[in-house]
């Protein structure tokens, strides 16, 4: 039997665009719960959702933005930015996530390579002060007209606030808005999200209306939401879990967002379950592992919890277990998927009993085919032996913005999105991911390619050469571990390199281990023998433990 599975379906895809399933829900529902920013003190009913989007959807007409334009958004969680890419369904202006963690070269490369003509931008996050920081790279984006700057008045290189942006919509008719609306189609690109690349620069995954709702809505759908759910949602906007899953598939199901803070914590992620009576919980193995382990944990009543997702890393099964029983989400559930892939391709279902529920990843969502392929031959491999997996479907992203060659890498003739990730199926179609054939690292749910960062040690005057691999890690699930072999009569110390690192790559980025080497292990032909390195490493850091953890 070949592994290949393609997820049944009873429900016909969407053929809508963003704007319009927000408004198909405004009218449904219009007095029921939307959003809720905690750590803004905002709540807002669908119409009130609806009709703010519309006055922002107005201000971007204001300003020139049309379809196809690029707007970026750079923030960690508040309701501007969902507030941004529901006026972008309407406008059509493609909606380009910039990570809150970058540093000024991270920055300046999504911005100029995707010519954002507009970047919404918070004022600071955490050590880093984006105003600042726009400053420097602003003279390089020559595309970028305008910069807003979220909750302060402009100055520096901020040109106007948010407030304005929206006040300036009142002078358009809001038919312009319709008209608008009118020239777009699902099909069309909406998002941009950039990820890094195994060889060379970040690639910018372009997905379009049809994509992203139609995987949010099939996820709210397993997850059977209606207007009674309200979805805990601590993951980052900016990435699909978040601003996909998350937001599309309230919008989709009428469930409210609650979005407990800026940025993941655990404290007021557990305060935001209880007091906001959720339903539902997402977020990656890191950000479960860390509530549990909170010393406050008990002091939460979380029985509303019914349902759930984790994903984005590979899963623990005892994480798992520990969700459904201590958290009291009975129905929760893993997903698998990648950007690129909009992003979920598999996911658990209610019904599986609990050991596929929390030791697999489940099978292929509706109207998705999974197959697992020998990655040489590209052929469909036997059940039960491990290969590529690959997903084909309405899920499958536009392609690399600007970038045909990393697309037609990417996507083969038949359609199939090649994931880079090991896994294995069974006869019923489910499937557990068992390794990576790409060289990248998943780091508490950041994903981080070592090459990127062996090309900023490579840098250094000192440094010969670098080397860049995953270790286990119980908490992050991996952590990244420099091998450096410095040039003849250097010396460095771990905390010379660490800075130089800090300048250059945002915080997740910098190996947490370093390790000073003469050369590295190689195969006879002269490659790094990686695997070899992370079997070192593991005996050297007593990291046995943590590489035995089972997961889905
Ligand atoms: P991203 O594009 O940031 O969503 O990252 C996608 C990658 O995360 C995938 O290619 C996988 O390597 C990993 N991933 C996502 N979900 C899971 C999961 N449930 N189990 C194991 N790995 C996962």
């Not at 970040?202 to 759910?229: F, M, Q, W």
């Amino acid at each position: 039997m070949r592994s290949y599975y393609s997820g049944p379906s009873t429900t016909p895809l969407l053929g809508a665009t963003i704007g319009e399933a927000l408004r198909s829900t405004s009218e449904r529902v219009p007095d029921a719960l939307a959003l809720v920013s905690r750590h803004q003190g905002v709540r807002l009913t669908w119409r009130e959702l609806d009709q703010q989007a519309d006055e922002l959807a107005r201000g971007l007409l204001a300003s020139g933005i049309q379809k196809g334009d690029r707007v970026g958004i750079w923030s960690p969680t508040c309701v501007e930015w969902t507030l941004l890419q529901m006026a972008s369904g309407r406008v059509g202006s493609i909606l380009v996530n910039v990570n809150p963690a970058y540093r000024t070269a991270e920055l300046s490369y999504a911005l100029s390579h995707s010519a954002v003509r507009m970047l919404v931008t918070a004022p600071r996050f955490k050590s880093s002060d984006y105003l600042a920081m726009l400053s420097e790279v602003r003279p390089t984006l020559p595309a970028l007209e305008c910069v807003v700057v979220i909750g302060e008045a402009p100055g520096g290189p901020a040109d106007r606030s948010f407030e304005d942006l929206v006040a300036g919509g009142a002078a358009v008719d809001p038919q312009m808005v319709r008209d608008a609306e009118s020239l777009l189609d699902p099909d069309d690109p909406i998002n941009i999200q950039y990820t890094s690349g195994t060889t060379g620069s970040p690639k910018g995954a372009t997905l379009t209306h049809h994509n992203i709702l139609n995987n949010a809505r099939s996820i709210a759908d397993v997850l059977e939401y209606t207007d009674a759910d309200r979805v805990c949602i601590p993951v980052p906007l900016y990435h699909c879990f978040g601003m996909g899953i998350g937001s599309l598939g309230c919008v989709t199901s009428g469930a409210a967002m609650v979005y407990p803070a800026e940025s993941f914590e655990p404290e007021t992620t557990l305060d935001a379950i209880a007091e906001e009576s959720c339903t539902s919980i997402y977020g990656v193995p890191t950000m479960f592992i860390a509530m549990l382990a909170s010393p406050r944990f008990g002091d939460h009543d979380l029985r509303s919890l019914r349902t759930g997702i984790m994903a984005g890393a590979p899963c623990p099964v005892e994480i798992m277990k520990r969700v459904v029983n201590e958290m009291h989400a009975s129905e929760m559930t893993i997903a698998y998927g990648m950007t690129e892939t909009s992003p979920a391709s598999a996911m658990t279902r209610r019904w599986d009993d609990l050991e596929r529920r929390t030791s697999t990843v489940g099978t292929a969502l509706p109207h998705v085919e999974i197959k697992i392929a020998d990655p040489l031959s590209g052929g469909t491999v036997p059940t039960g032996t491990p290969g590529e997996l690959c997903a084909r479907g309405y899920l499958v992203m536009d392609g690399y913005w600007r970038n045909p060659e990393a697309t037609a890498e990417a996507i083969d003739s038949c359609g199939w999105m090649h994931t880079g990730d090991l896994a294995v199926m069974d006869g019923d179609g489910y499937v557990n991911i068992v390794g990576r054939s790409k060289d990248m690292v998943i780091r508490g749910g950041e994903n981080i390619y070592p090459r990127e960062v062996e090309e900023v040690l490579f840098q250094h005057p000192g440094v010969a050469s670098a080397q860049v691999i995953g270790v286990p890690d119980e908490r992050m699930g991996e952590e990244l571990m420099a091998w450096v072999a410095l040039d003849e009569g250097q010396t460095m110390t771990e905390e010379q390199l660490r800075g130089f690192c800090r300048d250059r790559l945002a915080h997740f980025k910098i190996p947490r281990y370093w390790k000073f080497v003469s050369d590295f292990p190689l195969t006879v032909t002269g490659k790094v023998q990686k695997f070899k390195m992370r079997e070192i490493a593991v005996a050297e850091l007593g990291l046995e433990e943590a590489a035995q953890i089972e997961t889905a």
